[in-house]
């Protein structure tokens, strides 16, 4: 098992905690959060995405693995947001194999980040990325930042970075909220291309909810991403469900995104 901390800074829009303090009602209350047109979006339909073989330490065919998973996503969401009625545009892709800034940021412990300006998922492809890539991690990982795709093309993303938060307690539970439903957005995807992954049983599905379990930041400062158990059970809450309604993170209960 290849496990990730998940500690990492919060970063939202033009809005700091001193400039907000007076204009922010707990909870939630924005409409483009709580009741977004994807929550009403209706059934994901099921599809294929079968897998390429990856051997260990091989950047070229991780490449390869993740933007056929990519194109996967693309092909899925693009087809359900336009039933929905609602406009699309297709997430890129691209790799490192070393940490640089990226998208104004400095890029820190994380394995992967999802730019809303270039609305592109940058990949950082190292050695505890691709030492034993057969398991699930890398197919999910794409779909969860694919996830934040979804949440800019649907305003969920332009609505977080804008909206209003006391103190920065409430900061980090918003960046759970967003995070925890990007992982839920990711189990929804996989969970309808899982007949078409030919070689993958419920073991596999149980050893990617293990990884999930322990990369939580239940030790870290800023805690941006949520209690490994939360990470667990939005993964599988979106493996289980038939819609994106089920990923409505923003009015659950905040011991749910905690």
């Known amino acids: 098992m290849r496990l990730f901390a998940l500690c990492a800074t919060v ?14 009602t707990y909870p939630i209350r924005d409409h483009v ?8 979006s209706g059934i994901f339909h099921t ?5 390429r073989k990856i051997p260990p330490n091989n950047i070229t065919l991780a490449k390869r693995y993740m933007t056929s998973v990519l194109g996967c996503l693309n092909a899925s969401w693009g087809a359900h947001i336009k039933r929905a009625g609602l406009p699309f545009t297709p997430a890129k892709i691209g790799f490192i194999t070393k940490p640089h800034k990226y998208c104004g940021l ?10 809303a300006a270039e609305g592109r998922m940058l990949v950082l492809l190292k050695n505890s990325l691709l030492g034993d890539p057969s398991d699930l991690f890398l197919f999910q990982l794409t779909a969860h930042e694919y996830g934040h795709h979804v949440q ?25 909220r967003k995070e925890l439903q990007a992982e839920c957005l990711s189990g929804l995807f996989v969970g309808s291309v899982w007949a078409s992954l030919d070689e993958r049983g419920e073991e596999d599905w149980k050893a990617l909810l293990k990884v999930a379990r322990n990369s939580g930041d239940e030790g870290c ?5 949520g ?23 923003w009015t659950a209960p905040s011991a749910k995104v905690s």
């Open 227 to 249: 209690k490994g158990r939360n990470i667990a059970a939005w993964l599988n809450k979106g493996f289980r469900a038939s819609s994106p309604a089920a990923c409505n993170t």
């Open 11 to 24: 970063t939202v829009g033009l809005l700091s905690a001193s400039t907000s303090a007076h204009a922010v």
């Open 221 to 225: 400062k800023v805690r941006s991403h």
């Open 152 to 176: 800019k093309i649907t305003g969920i993303r332009d609505a977080y970075d804008h909206h209003p938060y006391r103190n920065k307690s409430e900061l980090q539970e918003q960046s759970r």
């Open 33 to 40: 959060l709580t009741a977004n047109k994807l929550y009403s």
């Open 106 to 115: 400095p890029w820190g412990q994380i394995v992967a980040r999802y730019c």
């Open 47 to 51: 599809s294929r995405c079968p897998e």
